[in-house]
Antibody, heavy 119, light 106 residues
Framework: EVQVLDSGGSLVQPGGSLRLSCAVS????????MSWVRQAPGKGLEWVSA????????YYADSVKGRFTISRDNSKDTLFLQMNGLRAEDTAVYYC????????????WGQGTLVTVSS | AIRMTQSPSSFSASTGDRVTITCRASQDISSSLAWYQQKSGKAPKLLVY???TLQSGVPSRFSGSGSGTDFTLSISCLQSEDFATYYCQQYYNYPLTFGGGTKVGI
């Protein structure tokens, strides 16, 4: 059974940093690209970042480029999102999502972890 | 970035209705489109990928169609559990982008 467990969200001050984690099981982690998708309160879904299965290629939304860094540890089946220079507009539930394969949609999602940026 | 526009943004329907949601891409994305269902407080669920292929376990009352720039998601006979918000998403290129969502209410 595939499991995706994201964690690490909390209340942080503007300009602060936070690291999200996503632990997975039930599939060959290194064979699939992974993404982070966020949802601000009462708003729609926004893709944030993706990383290839090997970790060699990374992609970012313009809204987080230069502030967020995605990475993965294939030996520990874990995905990360390092978030620096946080802003109020980064407040959202962050979901970890598994690529179906060939970047064809996300077939498994974490339960979401809430990041609140406020003083 | 490719812009995805959904319509309508919300509407009301009744159990048993046939409903259709439209998604338009700002440029040709071939069939690189997925549809998701999201219920309040829950993670999204993949319904359709490659514009028209039903994800495993998704009821056959759901169907997707289209290619290029215009796509639709249809529900043939609305059930109570289908009242939710639906999103389209293009994966033709990065940055990946979602439509604004369509809320299907009672």
């Amino acid at each position: 059974e595939v499991q995706v467990l994201d964690s690490g969200g909390s209340l942080v001050q503007p300009g602060g940093s936070l690291r999200l984690s996503c632990a997975v099981s039930g599939f060959t982690f290194s064979s699939y690209a992974m993404s982070w998708v966020r949802q601000a309160p009462g708003k729609g879904l926004e893709w944030v970042s993706a990383v290839s299965g090997s970790g060699a290629s990374t992609y970012y939304a313009d809204s987080v480029k230069g502030r967020f860094t995605i990475s993965r540890d294939n030996s520990k089946d874990t995905l990360f999102l390092q978030m620096n220079g946080l802003r109020a507009e980064d407040t959202a539930v962050y979901y970890c999502a598994k690529d179906r394969g060939n970047t064809a949609g996300f077939d498994y999602w974490g339960q979401g972890t809430l990041v609140t940026v406020s003083s | 970035a490719i812009r995805m526009t959904q319509s309508p943004s919300s509407f009301s329907a009744s159990t048993g209705d046939r409903v259709t949601i439209t998604c338009r891409a700002s440029q040709d994305i071939s069939s690189s489109l997925a549809w998701y269902q999201q219920k309040s407080g829950k993670a999204p669920k993949l319904l359709v990928y490659a514009a028209s292929t039903l994800q495993s376990g998704v009821p056959s009352r759901f169907s997707g169609s289209g290619s290029g720039t215009d796509f639709t998601l249809s529900i043939s006979c609305l059930q109570s559990e289908d009242f939710a918000t639906y999103y389209c998403q293009q994966y033709y290129n990065y940055p990946l982008t979602f439509g604004g969502g369509t809320k299907v209410g009672i």
